[in-house]
């Protein structure tokens, strides 16, 4: 209804042609869902078999439907934003070369636009070359501003490379800088079990645990921190955290009792 109202308002509109293949997108998202959602299983009734079949006719129709409403977008404005769409698409349907050509032109053109690494990245891992798809995320992840584009880069990153302790460090930090202390706090106790002598991550749990209000929890990750650090430095560091949490328990303490007090 929208895009019929463009139309008819403007019918050379480009906004229009895009809005077509904005749809149309949507729906060949949901189609390609379908379809794997069946193609994962073992064994498919005749029904199932025939709506699959009729998922894959309708990927194709879509997929050059958008293809279509998008490259006469292209033709008429220059936006980045169509090609990196674009990208997706052929991503999305599988044409892996075509959806690389996309997002190349888009990092030559622009090299800060991030959701072009994060497309090429994927483009890599449907190929199985995963040092490649790392070092498009990481070359995001360093250029992108925005944080929950940082987020979604760091997530890619740890997922492929768990032992990538310095890049789930920078995300426990965004998750924290954030208040997220729940997913601060996941990002920290993996960086313990890869790294268990990394101060860093002692720190920032104690300092996840605290935003929480679990001081707790956060002085026993400060302890076992101490019980495995070697340096002065280090261990100053670890005491003073132990007296910022006993401070900011006491000082909550003291305010839950005052408002005790009030309301009495």
């Known amino acids: 209804m929208f895009v019929a109202e463009i139309k008819k ?13 904005d749809l149309a997108a949507a729906r060949l998202v949901a189609a390609v869902q379908e379809r794997d959602g069946l193609s ?18 309708t990927i194709d129709t879509l997929y050059q439907l958008v293809v279509d409403r998008y490259e006469e977008g292209l033709r008429r404005t220059g936006t980045l934003d169509l090609n990196v769409k674009l990208g997706n698409v052929h991503l999305l349907a599988g044409h892996l070369d075509k959806a690389e050509d996309e997002f ?21 891992l449907k190929r199985g070359d995963t040092e490649g798809a790392l070092e498009n995320f990481r070359t995001g992840f360093d250029h992108s501003v925005d ?43 993996e960086i313990i079990e890869t790294d268990p002598t990394s101060i860093d991550a002692y720190l ?21 921190g101490l019980a495995v650090a070697s340096g002065d430095d280090a261990k100053i560091k670890l005491y003073e955290h132990i007296v910022d949490i006993v401070q900011d328990k006491l000082q909550f303490c003291f305010e839950s009792f005052s408002i005790c007090m009030t309301l009495a």
């Open 9 to 21: 308002a403007a019918p050379d509109d480009v906004k229009g042609v895009i809005a077509e293949g």
């Open 40 to 57: 994962a299983k073992e064994r498919l009734t005749s029904e199932e078999q025939a709506r699959l079949d009729e998922l894959n006719s």
């Open 104 to 124: 190349r032109n888009v990092i030559l053109r622009s090299p800060y636009r991030v959701e072009a690494y994060m497309g090429l990245g994927e483009v890599y």
């Open 147 to 189: 944080t929950a584009q940082r987020e979604e880069f760091g997530l890619r990153i740890v997922e492929i490379d768990p032992t990538d302790t310095d890049t789930r460090y920078r995300l426990a930090r965004l998750y924290a800088n954030g208040s997220k202390w729940a997913d601060a706090i996941l990002q920290y106790k």
């Open 204 to 224: 920032g749990i104690a300092e996840a645990y605290a935003g929480r209000g679990e001081y707790a929890a956060g002085l026993d990750y400060l302890n076992r």
